[in-house]
């Protein structure tokens, strides 16, 4: 063993290969469906965040007459009245209180249509208790709904004491 660089143990098998690891296609699948899940929630959870141009669509507080439950007359309650600016409806629309309380309506709001929705209909994003504005006033209603472009429109009302403060 003149030669330092001759090792006394030799390998049997010179052409061997570092183990690596592998990611089978079903472990490729169950990852990327992990992560469209993943983004998709968040995309849910944060559409103002998300951004978009911005929806055409008024909105207003105030306290509106409601059919009774029983349908036998009118009950005086707050309400959210949301009128379409366009001349075209607006698809998929849903309208959030307080970036909490979500209320998803399959019809799509028509041309010029004026809606007038009892404030206690919206519920918890995250349970089913239903929003209290005796309990908790509205501080920001954000809208999302489909353009005509097929863009998704986004717009977020703030409010103070019922009345707009900001829009974005």
Known sequence: MSDPSESPVRLANDSA???RLHLSQRGLCICLTLMVAAGLSVYAMFPERVG????????????GAMPTADGAGKLLTEVIVLTNLTDHPI???????NDQYLLI??????????LELPQRVFTDKRSNH????????????TLTGQLPTGARGVTRF??????ITDTH
């Open 52 to 63: 978009g141009p911005p929806l055409p669509v008024a909105v207003e507080l105030g306290k």
């Open 130 to 141: 239903r929003f209290n504005p005796i309990k908790y006033p509205v501080e920001a209603v």
């Open 105 to 114: 309506r399959d019809a799509p709001l028509a041309a010029k249509e004026r």
């Open 17 to 19: 290969v570092a183990p």
């Open 158 to 163: 703030l409010f103070e004491d019922g009345v």
């Open 91 to 97: 698809p998929r629309f849903s309208i959030e209180i």
